[in-house]
Nanobody, 126 residues
Framework: QVQLVESGGGFVQAGESLRLSCAAS????????MGWYRQAPGKQRELVAT???????????NYANSVKGRFTISRDSTRNTVFLQMNSLQPEDTAVYYC????????????????WGQGTQVTVSS
């Protein structure tokens, strides 16, 4: 079984930084993309940042307009881990942050599945 485990959320003041981590574990054949989404109270889940890849090479990185220039996504393919460095945090960044990954498990048939982490709370106080 494949699972995603997040860490790094917390409570910070506006202008401060946090770094989220998400590690994929289990029987994995390949990881095609990893990323972060967030959901604030009363709002729909939205994309924050994603990085797609082929093997150990990162092909494309996408950011939500609201986080461009403040957040940086990176990936350690050797450890099946994705990071989100969040700088200059603002109260509007307060949300539960979910790790997401498109993974092909090491089983047959080899099909890509979509996985979610359990979520980690980020709270930014003004």
């Amino acid at each position: 079984q494949v699972q995603l485990v997040e860490s790094g959320g917390g409570f910070v003041q506006a202008g401060e930084s946090l770094r989220l981590s998400c590690a994929a574990s289990g029987s994995i054949f390949s990881i095609n993309a990893m990323g972060w989404y967030r959901q604030a109270p009363g709002k729909q889940r939205e994309l924050v940042a994603t990085v797609s890849s082929g093997g150990l090479i990162n092909y494309a990185i996408n950011y939500a307009n609201s986080v461009k220039g403040r957040f940086t996504i990176s990936r350690d393919s050797t450890r099946n881990t994705v990071f989100l460095q969040m700088n200059s945090l603002q109260p509007e960044d307060t949300a539960v942050y979910y790790c997401n990954s498109r993974i092909v498990p090491n089983s047959y048939p080899r099909i890509e599945l979509n996985y979610w982490g359990q979520g980690t709370q980020v709270t930014v106080s003004s």
